[in-house]
């Protein structure tokens, strides 16, 4: 039976957004494994959106509910950072996730983890790292990219997010930055690399 990884993300500009993709097209490279890419639920009003200018959500990705993530063998979570920790959204998801907890429903899944900031130095890091605790408690196992993606994560030549801890992109103070090349083909390396984890780990 093929592996099922779920990337579900929230993103309110769509940097997360397009990093998702880029995973899944990095995940759907490794045979037998079937990707699926969810948003989490919004909880902020239109009006408030509206007045954010945020970007519509993608209707290509459907909307999860916690229950949903039991069904996969292995996620990858996405989210900008708010405040050096991951979007209050994203949060809110993971708060909702009381009965899997209960049921130890998601225990021994891998898990993965990917992000934006606005700036170098806004939480690449800690975004990452303060969502550890949320996959601790689940008892879910964090797939870190470490340094497999090779030379390129220790070229200090362009501006770059991602780290060892996932991929990363920085969305700029405004947002108008887009995910540069090499941010993508780290997020493209995180699929793929986790994919194989994942895959691996379902033969056990
Ligand atoms: C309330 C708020 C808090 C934010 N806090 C941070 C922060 O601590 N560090 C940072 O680099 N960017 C911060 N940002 C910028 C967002 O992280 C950035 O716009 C986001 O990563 C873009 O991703 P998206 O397009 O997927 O929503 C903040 C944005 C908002 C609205």
New binding site residues.
């Given amino acids: 039976m093929a592996t099922k990884i779920y990337i579900v993300y929230y993103?309110?500009?769509?940097?997360?957004?397009t990093l998702a993709e880029e995973i899944k097209k990095g995940a759907d490279s490794v045979p037998d494994v079937e990707v699926t890419v969810w948003r989490v639920p919004e909880t902020l009003p239109e009006e408030v959106l509206g007045k954010m200018h945020a970007a519509p959500g993608r209707e290509d990705h459907p909307v999860i509910t916690a229950s949903q993530l039991a069904e996969a063998d292995g996620i990858l979570f996405g989210f900008?950072?708010?405040?050096?920790m991951m979007a209050a959204q994203m949060k809110a998801f993971f708060d909702s996730t009381g009965g899997l907890w209960q049921e130890g429903s998601l225990a021994g899944k891998p898990a993965g983890i990917f992000l934006?900031?606005?700036?170098q130095g806004?939480?690449q890091e800690t975004t990452a790292l303060t969502a550890i605790t949320q996959l601790t408690h689940h008892g879910m196992l964090f797939v870190p990219v470490g340094y497999t993606h090779g030379a390129g994560m220790f070229a200090m030549d362009e501006v770059k997010g991602g780290s060892p801890y996932g991929s990363g992109t920085f969305?700029g103070k405004d947002?108008g930055r887009t995910p540069s090349d090499a941010e993508l083909a780290l997020a493209a390396h995180q699929g793929k690399y986790f994919a194989g984890i994942a895959k691996k780990l379902n033969a056990v």
């Fill in positions: 993103s309110t500009w769509g940097h997360v957004a900008p950072t708010r405040f050096g934006a900031t606005g700036t806004g939480g969305a947002g």
